[in-house]
């Protein structure tokens, strides 16, 4: 395995480690002719990164670890999922969601908590894993009202969304 170049709407065209690209054993929901992704940093000390399509050059999805932002992120993964990622270590999964940002007023940003990327770091084998019977949903919001209000708007991030 070597390199490849990936043109990207964002980035331009890059150049990737092909042993960095995570493949998806089923597709992201609504996305089934998107498999491969890369992830690329937004910028140093985000909590963000972006997982851009290797494929389709104007896709490109905002996630971050929910953690980051003091949320109790925890859910158990099924034997099947496990199976499905060659997952034997909890150590091994790499564990993000997708943030919707909007344009208009970035500080109303949410994740899906309920439908996560598993990602097995060792092998690079994805899933999105829908939770059942969860008390996660699919647009929580990443600050709070109260957090925001005593934030100044510069220190929301830019992700060009």
């Given at each position: 395995m070597g390199h490849i170049k990936i043109s990207t709407t964002r980035f331009g065209?890059?150049?990737?480690?092909e042993k960095l690209i995570?493949?998806?054993?089923?597709?992201?929901?609504?996305?089934?002719?998107?498999?491969?992704?890369?992830?690329?940093?937004?910028?140093?000390?985000s909590p963000f990164k972006w997982f851009?399509?290797?494929?389709?050059?104007?896709?490109?999805?905002?996630?971050?670890?929910?953690?980051?932002?003091?949320?109790?992120?925890?859910?158990?993964?099924?034997e099947e999922v496990a199976k499905k990622l060659s997952l034997t270590s909890a150590d091994d999964a790499?564990?993000?969601?997708?943030?919707?940002?909007?344009?208009?007023?970035?500080?109303?940003?949410?994740?899906n908590l309920l439908g996560p990327i598993i990602i097995n770091e060792k092998n690079k084998m994805a899933v999105q894993h829908?939770?059942?019977e969860s008390k996660f949903d699919t647009?929580?919001?990443?600050?709070?009202?109260?957090t925001l209000a005593s934030q100044p708007s510069s220190a929301i991030a830019d992700t060009g969304e």
């Open positions: 065209e890059i150049e990737v480690d995570v493949s998806f054993s089923e597709p992201i929901l609504g996305f089934e002719n998107e498999n491969r992704f890369i992830i690329l940093d937004h910028s140093e000390d851009q399509s290797v494929d389709s050059p104007g896709l490109a999805f905002v996630i971050t670890n929910p953690k980051l932002f003091g949320i109790d992120y925890e859910f158990s993964l099924s790499l564990v993000v969601t997708i943030v919707n940002i909007p344009q208009n007023n970035p500080g109303l940003m949410t994740a829908v939770l059942s647009k929580t919001r990443l600050i709070p009202d109260d």
